[in-house]
């Protein structure tokens, strides 16, 4: 619920008129995106911080892999809300 009201506060500071709905919308999809940007970067430095590139374990680098595609999908999703505004 924490997200949700970060996600809200961003969006209404995005919108600069709340009462228009479809701008409301785009500055509550971007506000999404970078908050789950911002998450995916916290969990890929607790990740890198783990790995140990010695131990030959694929399981974390493939999971560091899988990160970089959902970053990339979240900024593709910023980038296209960002061109509703």
């Known amino acids: 619920m ?3 009201a970060k996600a809200d506060a961003i969006a209404r500071a ?6 228009d709905q ?3 919308s785009a ?11 911002l998450r995916i ?3 890929r430095a607790k990740l ?3 790995v140990d ?3 030959g ?11 970089d595609r959902y970053e990339r999908f979240a900024h593709t999703k910023r980038r296209r809300a960002s061109r509703k505004l």
């Open 22 to 24: 479809e701008r409301m």
């Open 53 to 55: 590139l010695a131990s």
């Open 27 to 37: 500055a509550t999809e971007v506000s999404q995106a970078q908050l789950e940007l």
């Open 41 to 43: 970067r916290a969990v």
């Open 57 to 67: 374990d694929l399981k974390q680098l493939k999971r560091l892999v899988a990160l």
């Open 14 to 19: 995005l919108a600069y008129d709340p009462a």
């Open 48 to 50: 890198t911080a783990m």
């Open 2 to 4: 924490e997200t949700s």
